[in-house]
């Protein structure tokens, strides 16, 4: 397996500074290098030992080729930044953003940028927060086809390294699939944290606590993504209105049967989770 | 404070078996006597230290007028159990349930009957993973007002000795509210999980799996409660099928204010949820 020698990191907050954190402990070697706006920001991720060194970004400087580099900023902002780098000399570039379609389509001409989604996270935000173990076997998606492309498999190898579980999408069927695991999720965690006033706060429980939690996110990051994957999202809106009418219609006409069936095919779901990841 | 002499809990698993610890820890000379179905759980309740004596629901006997009784059973056995309590002479009973407004009318005639909801619990079931502090801290609906009823202030005398937090409402303000914090949630909850394959679950990540905790519970206390809350139900679900409109047709006009918008008004009144609770 090839070992990275210099990784560069575009945007270095919970995901870029947790990916700085597993690479620093998977390959020692590593020169790890942050590219962002603010020089205190980065001169404290050093500090803090996440980095070598930094740039800012409107002076990325060029790369010797062997260069791998990652863009970890919102999904509106990946495919500039990974232009700059793919200009800058980076041999492969790939992202870490929850949407794959529109920066695949817009890079699609550049052979050294492959798409890529590690699935872990956090509701926190900033380098501070960086966790060595965000990734460890946990899945990342990787777009295109590894024996097809070189980037491809360098890129594969590279989540591999940190402990995750790749697997291979087109960014179409990733745009498909997430905006069900995670999209809509978020959406419909919004919608029950909404639906309270401030007053009826006090009578919830542990589980509107959990159910919301995500609600809680940046409104600029989940605005970007569900934008960004939007024909995902309106198709998982329909499937979620489906089956709330299904909820409305036995409620309505007091079917405990019908009820009860609705309940236990996501109940049987659910607990399959729980039995595949314990 | 009137500390109770005799409790006797109808229902023995994870809140009958959780006010058994926690009113045992509360009120060391407390007698608690548990009624069920089983003779060998009941015993185990017993040999576990919860409770010190049990008889079976068939055979409840006759209780020293001093008795206060507790139904903790799912929603629609609640009646024909309290009733049962207070023919045997207990001189106050209430119940846990998550419903208040068709057990509360049942038993409307019934001046020793009030209707309580400690909005605590777990997804866990049975008395083996009782917890004398599941109710601490946390808000306790009691129906009724305690000026009026001499029952209604001792049983929110009863929950006060457990560590919760009384608020008194009618029952059914308390249904149109729990509508929202409780059981549209728990509803959200089931479509997110619903909306995913099996084969999907592996590109799911902490989120969903949060969000999707509480669609893990039992069919048959869910669909009783949906159903025993009807009207409040509905309203809750045309309140999210109208905000989950509102995100498709930001989604759809590609509207980044309105979305941003949606999203920080649930975000807000989640993040306040964390800064009255921690």
């Known amino acids: 397996m090839q070992t990275e020698r210099t990784l560069v990191i575009v ?8 990916v700085a954190a597993a690479a620093r402990k998977a390959m020692p070697e590593l020169r790890i290098v942050g590219i962002g706006r603010s020089p205190q920001r980065l001169q404290a991720a050093v500090d803090q030992g996440l980095l070598d060194a930094w740039h800012l970004q409107a002076a990325v400087g060029q790369w010797s080729d062997d260069a791998f580099g990652l863009v970890c900023l919102p999904v509106d902002q990946i495919t500039a930044a990974a232009k700059q780098l793919l200009q800058a000399g980076c041999s492969t570039v790939t992202d870490a953003g929850s949407v794959k379609e529109p920066i695949c389509s817009l890079l699609q001409n550049e052979a050294r ?3 890529s989604h590690p699935i872990a996270g956090s509701e926190q935000s900033g380098f501070e927060h960086a966790c060595a173990d965000l990734f460890r076997q946990r899945v990342c998606v990787v777009c295109g086809d590894p024996n097809q492309s070189p980037s491809t498999a360098r890129t594969a190898a590279f989540w591999r390294q940190l402990g995750m579980v790749v697997r291979f999408m087109n960014p179409a069927e990733h745009d498909r699939v997430l905006a069900r695991t ?3 999720p978020h959406m419909l965690a919004s919608v029950a944290a909404a639906c309270v006033s401030d007053s009826e706060l006090e009578f919830t429980g542990t589980g509107f606590r959990d159910t919301t939690r995500i609600a809680a996110g940046s409104a600029e990051i989940w605005s970007s993504i569900l934008l960004q994957n939007r024909a995902g999202c309106l ?3 329909a499937a979620a209105g489906d089956l709330l009418d299904q909820f409305r219609q036995a409620i309505e ?3 405990s049967q019908r009820l009860t069936e609705i309940w236990n095919t996501a109940a049987t779901r659910r607990r399959r989770l729980d039995q595949t990841q314990t």
């Open 235 to 237: 198709n998982a809106i």
């Open 182 to 184: 995670s999209h809509l």
């Open 11 to 18: 945007g270095v907050g919970l995901i870029g500074g947790s």
């Open 253 to 255: 006409t007091g079917n």
């Open 113 to 115: 940028f492959v798409g």
